[in-house]
């Protein structure tokens, strides 16, 4: 299954020179393109990242240049975004971790998750009750969701 690929992307294969905007989002596009669920999503537009600027999501760029740790707070943006609010995420961002930190945490937490349901995928693939999987896995991530916002508003 595409979507289950995991794709590390390391710290250290986020380019370590300031990037404009058209080469961010095309640097995001690569690194993030298996991703996608349908071919014509977008991974993140120039107008998504002028956004999370302006809502304090992440910092402003310098000299019209995106850092390496403005770049790794995109790329956790991009999982982010479907699950929490902007607010959580920038609360996330606010805490007392430093980028590089946060997002190798956030890595290593994703690849972890990813190995273990691809084990989960290939019991399912034996399953005859496809509902069944199906439901059990929204209700799990609601579940999740909810855990989540309640650990996030007590920071």
């Given at each position: 299954m595409k979507m289950l690929d995991f794709n590390e992307i390391k710290y250290e294969d986020i380019p370590k020179i300031d990037l404009y905007m058209d080469q961010v989002t095309s640097f995001l596009d690569d690194v993030l393109e298996g991703y996608k669920i349908n071919d014509d999503d977008k991974i993140m537009t120039k107008t998504m990242i002028n956004n999370y600027v302006k809502a304090n999501i992440i910092d402003k760029p310098v000299k019209k240049k995106y850092s390496?740790?403005?770049?790794?707070?995109?790329?956790?943006?991009?999982?982010?975004?479907?699950?929490?609010?902007?607010?959580?995420?920038?609360?996330?961002?606010?805490?007392?971790?430093?980028?590089?930190?946060?997002?190798?945490?956030?890595?290593?937490?994703?690849?972890?998750?990813?190995?273990?349901?691809?084990?989960?995928?290939?019991?399912?693939?034996?399953?005859?009750?496809?509902?069944?999987?199906?439901?059990?896995?929204?209700?799990?991530?609601?579940?999740?969701?909810?855990?989540?916002e309640m650990l996030i508003k007590a920071l």
């Open positions: 390496q740790d403005h770049m790794a707070k995109m790329i956790m943006i991009f999982f982010f975004k479907n699950i929490i609010s902007m607010d959580e995420i920038e609360k996330i961002f606010s805490m007392d971790i430093e980028t590089k930190a946060l997002y190798e945490k956030f890595n290593a937490i994703n690849k972890k998750f990813y190995e273990e349901s691809e084990k989960q995928m290939d019991g399912y693939a034996m399953k005859e009750e496809k509902m069944e999987v199906i439901l059990s896995l929204i209700i799990q991530a609601d579940i999740n969701k909810r855990l989540a």
